[in-house]
């Protein structure tokens, strides 16, 4: 018998930390890393959908899942956002990312799974409010984090991936299929 891949609806996040703590080279891997995956991604209105945020010492939301819905377009966004330096608030993103990314007003669709591509050193300051709005994000999404640059917090990064499987480090093989895999999953 021959199964079928019919390919799931996703909502995918994908959150760039652009804190000083990011070197000028680990930052363009990073970029480059974000591109390719887009770039292998089907996006329309019924498939999957892209949101993109940024955060230094405060968050950003560059552009919605209901913004864009080809690939050319996101790829523009995204190439065009560049590194801003400062201080890193993680928790920041993590409190933005539920409240204000996956909402219906800004293109969540109950019927498409979320998915949080977490780009990060892990390296912040403020704890206090970062486990609150971890948990309330991980109500919402399944969040992946991989790990940019030689110097990284794996422990605390470790708490914020939904699961130890979902700690990758960028440059690291299998990231790349890890991500892969979970961006093309398949309808049971």
Same mark, same amino acid.
């Given at each position: %018998?021959?199964?079928?891949?019919? !390919?799931?609806?996703?909502?995918?996040?994908?959150?760039?930390?652009?804190?000083?703590?990011? %070197?000028?080279?680990?930052? @363009?891997? %990073?970029?480059?890393?974000?591109?390719?995956?887009?770039?292998?991604? $089907?996006?329309? @209105?019924?498939?999957?959908?892209? +949101?993109?945020? =940024?955060?230094?010492?405060? +968050?950003?939301?560059?552009?919605?899942?209901? +913004?864009?819905?080809?690939?050319? /377009?996101?790829?523009? +966004?995204?190439?065009?956002?560049?590194?801003?330096?400062?201080?890193?608030?993680?928790? &920041?993103?993590?409190?933005? =990312?539920? &409240?204000?990314?996956?909402?219906?007003?800004?293109?969540? /669709?109950?019927?498409?799974?979320?998915?949080?591509?977490?780009?990060? $050193?892990?390296?912040?300051?403020?704890?206090?409010?970062?486990?609150?709005?971890?948990?309330?994000?991980?109500? /919402?999404?399944?969040?992946?984090?991989?790990?940019?640059?030689?110097?990284?917090?794996?422990?605390?990064?470790?708490? %914020?991936?939904?699961? !130890?499987?979902?700690?990758?480090?960028?440059?690291?093989?299998?990231?790349?299929?890890?991500?892969?895999?979970?961006? =093309?999953?398949?309808?049971?």
């Amino acid at each position: %018998m021959v199964y079928e891949c019919l !390919p799931a609806s996703l909502d995918v996040l994908i959150i760039e930390d652009v804190s000083s703590s990011i %070197m000028k080279s680990d930052y @363009q891997k %990073m970029k480059d890393f974000i591109l390719n995956i887009v770039k292998g991604l $089907d996006i329309s @209105q019924k498939s999957n959908n892209v +949101a993109f945020l =940024s955060f230094a010492k405060a +968050a950003k939301v560059s552009f919605y899942l209901n +913004a864009h819905y080809n690939n050319t /377009r996101i790829l523009t +966004a995204i190439e065009s956002h560049h590194g801003e330096g400062g201080g890193s608030n993680i928790s &920041s993103a993590l409190k933005l =990312s539920a &409240s204000d990314v996956f909402t219906d007003n800004n293109g969540d /669709r109950a019927d498409a799974d979320n998915i949080v591509l977490l780009f990060t $050193d892990g390296m912040y300051k403020d704890k206090s409010s970062l486990q609150h709005d971890l948990e309330v994000l991980k109500a /919402r999404a399944e969040v992946y984090v991989v790990t940019v640059g030689s110097i990284v917090s794996n422990t605390t990064l470790a708490e %914020m991936a939904t699961s !130890p499987e979902y700690l990758l480090k960028l440059g690291d093989p299998l990231t790349t299929n890890k991500i892969n895999s979970v961006l =093309s999953p398949c309808k049971i």
